[in-house]
């Protein structure tokens, strides 16, 4: 793909401010998705699990009051208008016999320290624009047990990008010691792509902090700075299909049109969606390594009719980035159940090697249960072998044979003649519709997975498929069964 | 110097020379922080502090201008360290803010005067241009707090080479001359902030950005 194609797939702030955040997110829509509290209740109402309130604190007056006996051990301390993540507290634990609780950095914070903080928020520090704000107390997500081996302390978190009801796009944030335990990619979380259809993370990033642009990214293939790190391509991610369609639901709730939802796994709930997002950053293109332009293009205009409806469409549209990943990974290519194959003609119509008249395009079976490839009669005397069939079909063999000792038998009796034609290799004996017959073998020249090569054909009578890939192609291939012909 | 009729009017009819150059200057000020934002991508402190300084630096010259600048952030940085170990206040943390910079100003200035580093004298200079750049400091401030001290300071960097280049601009003579006397330009700066406004392409910014996306795919291509 060109450059400036590729230029043309990736969405910029511009773009994404003028076409999307602007009119598509209308102020109300924002007002939800800046307000945490008002997102707990939107989101209450159609049962998605959102981190359970313990305490809100509106004023001074109940802070003065507020109970630090009964805070349990471990909590999180939000403003309920913050952004990007400033102002939250994680306290993971409480120290034995004190007011005073313990950080994930390994900081304490005393009760006074708390009131502090607290402070801090309801004189909108952390809020937009400095407004006043409320400081909300609430339940401190437990990792879910698979993911808490790829982080450092804190909540890893999913974020989707939605867009008319279809998820569009998902990475997944890792904390790191150097984050501190938080997701916030600006202080060294990393960053993890997840095809949407099959929720399998692919490429992973992490910002560069040398670096004196603010948003610069390195590849990864593991996680950091953990005590035994771990890969981090191909993970599948826990509750994948739960995930999307929370993503969709949440965005019908909110109706933002343009919407970043933020889940995290909880080791008991599952998935709880830590907050909404009216304008959700374009990192996410660096993680999936793909521009959400087109794909935000190719969504537009759909009328989706139901949640499943949303997430098929997305799955459909988007799948794929794990096939070039795992390529990345392993060198091996990905051939799907039905592949497009490009067959070449015995001779070509045309001088130049690479016209589409010297070769035909055809959906192609992979069946790992035959040996060797087939391909019908039809279309293998279309493209040139057709001097050969008729000769072959012009010798007076038996139909079929009782057994195949039998049909070997006549193949050493009657070997010069049956080969007899330079196209045809030697004969094979299949079972084609019950029957044990004799076949000839023929080379065809091919394209697949867009590598080229000759590939032995048994041509038959069987017209269900065109063209059957066996075993033999096969070697060095990973074959994806999520696709087939529907 | 020869005017055009309507800017010999303008000037006959209330308005000094002087400051007709400066409200110029600032329409094209602003017009340079809106390129800036959205074909670059460099952010400012909004688009008043960017005005603010270059117009100060009209009357402080571009070094001496920048030399102040350069105290007062640094002040700014040094109160921050100290009372980052202090609970406290928002306000009254922003007021010790003020009094250490302009304490280290009265320090600057007298330090300059006394071993003659070869800067005019604090006298000559306009004491409001002084201020307008100490203003900064709030900005600075309010910024560090927020977003950190990575981005406040890339922040920073833009302000300081938009307002250098406002300043470079607005105190060349030809241009300001040309301003001045082409006042229809001033209707032609909101079409051309029209055209910005519409703009929604990629910033230079986003590509530097989104760069491994665009080159990866050519190299799997190859």
Partial sequence: MSKSRKIKEILGLNRRNQEYVRPLNPPSAKRIADNKILTKKILARERIKTPEVYKLVKTKKQLQF????????????????????NGIVVLYGKKKGQTAWIRPSGEIMTARDITLHIENILDG???????????????????????????????????????????????????TKKSNGTANLHSGAICTGIDISSGITTYSMHMQDRSIMSDSYEMIDSTLDLKENKKLGGIQVPYWDEILEIAVKCQRASKLGYIGVDIALDAEKGPVVFELNARPGLGIQVANQAGLRWRLEKVKGIEIKSINHGIRVAKNLFGGEVEESIEAI??????????????????????????????????????????????????????????AIEYFYSL??????????????????????????????????????????????????????????DIEMVITEDTTYNVVIGRNELKGYLIDTSKTFT | MDYTPFTKWVLDNGIAERTLELLVGIAIIATIVSLARYLVGSKSFGIYVPIILAVAYT???????LIITAVVIASSLLSFLILSRIRMHYISRMAINYCLTIMSLIVFFVVVKKYNLGLPNMSLIQPLAIISIIALSDFFAKQQIKKGFKTTMLVLGSTIIIASLGWFLITREAVSAFMVNNLWLIPALIVVNILIGQFSGLRFKDLLRFRTIIQEKENVKK
């Fill in chain 1, 66 to 85: 507020l109970d630090f006996e009964s805070l349990p051990n471990s909590f999180v301390i939000k403003p309920n208008q913050g952004t990007g993540g």
């Fill in chain 1, 330 to 387: 392993s060198g091996r290519k990905v051939v799907n159940i039905n592949e497009k194959v490009l067959l070449y003609y015995k001779t070509p119509v045309s001088k130049k090697k690479n016209d589409p008249q010297n070769r035909e395009a055809i959906r192609v079976f992979v069946d790992t249960g035959l040996i060797t490839s087939r391909i019908n009669k039809t279309l293998a005397s279309r493209i040139g072998f057709f001097e």
């Fill in chain 1, 125 to 175: 520090r952390y809020s937009m624009g400095s407004r006043k704000d409320i400081a909300i107390i609430e339940e401190r997500v437990k990792t879910d047990p698979f993911l808490k081996q790829y982080s450092y302390k804190g909540v890893p978190d999913i974020r989707i990008i939605g867009y008319n009801q279809v998820p569009i796009m998902a990475m997944m944030r890792l904390p």
């Fill in chain 1, 396 to 453: 007076s063999i038996p139909k079929k044979f009782e057994s195949f000792k039998e049909g070997q038998e006549y193949i050493d009796s009657n070997q010069s003649t049956i080969i007899g034609h330079p196209d045809i290799l030697r004969v094979a004996k299949i079972v084609e519709e019950g029957a044990i017959k004799i076949r000839p073998v023929i080379h065809v020249h091919t394209k697949i997975a867009s590598e080229e090569k």
């Fill in chain 2, 59 to 65: 009357y402080t010259g571009l070094r001496y201008g």
